[in-house]
């Protein structure tokens, strides 16, 4: 899966790429057996893709046992379908902490064979945090209920946010009352204060920030059809308005966050202050940082996301 962004001008980068995309599974190779992907029907008729994944543990005896982790992962951005990427990109995470069942839905109109080359209108105009929200909550009691249902309330209720999707992953956190929050290529900041940091680092960037600014300075009649960067004006508006550091201060869960040493999209001292702000809180943070990765905890000669992976499963059981 590559960065294919024709919003922005060559100058910016590989950075900006990263920036507003979620390419964290860009080194990965298809499985050869890819997971097939389910349809969900929101209640206004709209539709949605989502894949559901088993990890059972090891040992034969517990093969049977009750779902005791049910994670709901929110992806990042562009319109790619994980399908072809799945099981191989929770490689790692094996249910050592318990029988594990993993729900992914994709945004509104991401397609099965979707991989980001053409995001489509439809899209653009679905795609901005409101939306996320309301879909996603939608989608996730309805699993839950189901699993009630069935008598299989899992012990724990994990959130786990991808790039752009670790945005909204807090918010979700809150609103159903999870136990565990993780986070994978994220800065715990502002989108905006992210953007506007990498744009002083790097010169280059900020004609590209000023255009964001000018842009966003008025408000349009249809704030859905405006774009900026080929997103819409809506989406920058709600973006801007999330508080990310706060909605994580104002959590009372373990949270885990992984983040690659060379992540392009991480500000410098970005991480070492959002420990600032947990410890000034009296609260605490489980960050993992790994060495030469970038936003896909892919270095050079490694991928560490199988280890991250591995790292969730142990830190379930140091944090029940």
């Known amino acids: 899966m590559k960065c294919n962004f024709r919003f922005f001008i060559s100058f910016i980068g590989l950075a900006l790429c990263h920036l507003l995309s979620a ?4 080194e990965l190779q298809r499985d050869s057996v890819a997971v097939h992907g389910n349809q969900f029907q929101f209640s206004d008729g709209g539709k949605a893709i989502y894949f559901e994944l088993d990890r ?4 034969q005896q517990d093969a049977d046992a009750p779902v005791v982790n049910v994670i709901f992962v929110i992806s990042g951005s562009d319109c790619v379908n994980m399908g072809p990427f799945l099981p191989q990109y929770f490689s790692g995470l094996e249910g050592e902490s318990g029988r594990t069942r993993i729900f992914i839905m994709h945004k509104r109109h991401i397609l099965h064979g979707s991989n980001g080359a053409s995001c489509g209108e439809a ?5 901005h945090p409101s939306r996320w929200q309301a879909d996603q909550l ?11 249902t069935l008598g299989k309330t899992p012990q724990r209720l994990i959130i786990m946010g991808i790039s752009e999707g670790a945005e909204l992953a807090p918010i ?5 009352y999870a136990t565990h929050l993780v986070l994978l290529s994220h800065a715990g900041m502002n989108a905006l ?3 506007a940091a990498l744009a002083r680092q790097n010169p280059e960037m900020l004609p590209a920030w000023q255009q964001l600014q000018t842009g ?3 408000t349009p009649n249809d704030t859905d059809t405006v774009r900026i960067h080929s997103r819409s004006w809506r989406y920058w508006s709600e973006i801007a308005a ?14 885990l966050l992984a983040v690659g040493d060379a992540d392009p999209v991480i500000p410098v001292d970005a991480i070492a202050q959002l420990q600032q702000h947990f410890q000034a809180a009296g609260k605490l943070i489980t960050i993992r940082r790994f060495p030469d990765a970038g936003h896909s905890l892919s270095a050079k000669d490694k991928n560490y996301l199988p280890d991250f992976m591995h790292q969730i499963d142990l830190w379930l059981l140091e944090n029940k």
């Open 242 to 255: 999330i508080p990310q550091t706060a909605n994580l201060l104002a959590l009372d869960i373990p949270i």
């Open 56 to 59: 059972k543990p090891w040992q």
């Open 23 to 26: 390419c964290s599974v860009n």
């Open 216 to 218: 966003l300075s008025v």
């Open 123 to 127: 899209y653009t105009r679905a795609d």
């Open 193 to 195: 204060d992210v953007y």
């Open 172 to 176: 979700l956190a809150q609103q159903l």
């Open 138 to 148: 939608e989608f996730i009691r309805a699993q839950l209920a189901a699993l009630q």
